[in-house]
């Protein structure tokens, strides 16, 4: 039965930042070695994590990824990402970080047992990321998740089109921004899955291929019920991820078929070409009360988020050497120029911010402009928002990428009409340049 050909593959990641940029070395650890794997994903306030054990790891393997919580590892980090599936079939289940990892022999036995713990990508946001922010009244819901991923190395993955409602009158939150997500933001499903921050009201999902469960594709025994959730097991379904609709269909307990939203994943089990083991997936599933809705990714979308004329941030250090408005043209010393932003002097290369999150419309050599970003930043007061950012040196953002507010997104340079190293600052509304002094205020 192809079911039971299972098969993994894995890959460890050692290098010198949290990052894992400065890459020292890849090791790759495939079947047959024998692994026992426990991983678990869940949503907010659910713990996560993975448990495995290798067999047999050759000693030179076992050096180099032991790393022991009680020695400084300040300098070592090691990424993990975990393939497992049906013959060449494989499914990322977990990508994360090493947390501990030691190797045993068993009194009697003669195997090797090489011990990892580890913490999925992203894990570090809920348990240590980042430190208290106050948000009061009128903030953006989507200024808060900003906060929760800007320092981390997440990506947005879908995000409810609910949630950018601002914070009610009278209300301040104090705290961290991924608790007061999940405290006062309980009606969405928060998680973060393969470095994905997905926010989901009630009855959305992530669009995906529906995965059909059912007595013959291996559905294990009766659900177990619980008020709306429900608790399958099955034989090892690699291809199970958070977020996800999940179709139930089964002819022995049609009482339970249905469409589900998968609420939380375990695997645990033996992937082994010498022992028989069992390998199980473990899913809890929601049923809601609405009829499920798909929610598209943010990168596959454009910025529908509202903005206000408060909340914008700077988008470089440096001083005002030109206003908006009418001037002496720098370059022909023409008068009655309308200059429709404002110059902004600072270091080549001093790192430029997006002044407001948004979408990217447009990178290229523009001109005049030189090299330059434009975004769509949503509407304020029913009014379509532009920036424009020009006489970059470079840029660091794609076109079609969503960014946040205080991202780098280019560098300060004297490309195209430009005298010397500066930012060119523009703010349209509906099209037409306005003083950008009304968003990002006076310098
Ligand atoms: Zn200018």
């Known amino acids: 039965m192809l079911k039971l050909q299972r098969n993994y593959y894995c890959e460890f990641i050692i290098a010198k930042d949290e990052q894992l940029k400065e890459i020292t070395e890849i090791i790759t650890v495939k079947y047959p070695t024998t692994l026992n794997l426990s991983t678990s994903i869940g949503s907010y ?3 996560n994590s993975a448990n495995l054990q290798f067999i047999n790891l050759s000693k030179e393997i076992q050096g180099k990824i032991w790393k022991d919580v009680f020695i400084d590892n300040a300098s070592k980090h090691i ?3 975990l393939w497992a599936g049906y013959g060449n079939s494989l499914a990322n289940v ?11 022999k068993q009194a009697g036995s003669t195997d090797w047992v090489t011990e990892i713990k580890a913490y999925p990508q992203g894990a570090n946001i809920y348990f240590n990321g980042l430190s208290n922010a106050t948000y009061i009244q009128g903030t953006q819901r989507s200024d808060i998740i900003q906060d929760l991923i800007s320092s981390k190395d997440i990506k947005l993955g879908c995000l409810s089109l609910s949630l950018n409602k601002p914070i009610t009158k009278n209300q301040t939150l104090i705290g961290q921004p ?13 998680f973060i899955e393969k470095k994905e921050l997905h926010i989901l009201a009630d009855s959305e999902v992530i669009e995906n291929e529906t995965l059909i469960i059912s007595d013959e594709t291996g559905l294990l025994g009766s659900p177990r019920r619980a008020n709306q959730f429900l608790e399958i097991d099955m034989i090892f379904e690699p291809q199970a991820s958070l977020g996800r609709m999940i179709t139930l269909k089964s002819n022995t307990m049609p009482q339970f078929n249905g469409d589900y939203i998968a609420m939380s994943i375990k695997h ?3 992937i082994s070409p010498t022992k028989s083991g069992t390998l199980i997936t473990s899913m809890v599933l929601a049923k809601p009360n609405d009829k499920i809705q798909e929610v598209p990714r943010v990168e596959e979308k454009t910025y529908t988020g509202e903005t206000t004329t408060s909340g914008w941030q700077k988008p470089v250090k440096g001083v005002v050497t030109s206003p908006f408005g009418k001037r ?3 370059i022909t010393g023409k008068t009655q120029t309308s200059h429709e932003g404002i110059d902004i002097g600072a270091n080549l290369n001093t790192p430029v911010v997006a002044a407001a999150a948004g979408i990217v419309t447009m990178t290229k050599y523009y001109g005049g402009y030189g090299m330059c970003v434009q975004m769509d930043n949503g509407t304020s007061n029913g009014k379509k928002i532009t920036t424009l950012y020009g006489h970059l040196s470079s840029w660091n953002v794609q076109n079609g990428a969503m960014v946040l507010k205080g991202q780098t997104i280019g560098y300060v340079g004297s490309t195209g009409k430009s005298t010397g190293p500066h930012l060119h600052f523009e703010v349209r509304e509906n099209g037409v340049p306005v003083d950008p002094k009304k968003y990002i205020g006076t310098f």
Do not use: V
């Open 45 to 47: 306030n659910t713990p």
């Open 79 to 81: 990424g993990f990402n």
């Open 94 to 104: 977990f990508s994360g970080y090493i947390d501990e990892c030691t190797s045993y």
């Open 178 to 190: 991924m608790d007061l997500l999940g405290k006062n933001f309980a009606d969405y499903r928060i």
């Open 268 to 270: 645990y089990g033996t």
């Open 328 to 330: 002496t043209d720098p």
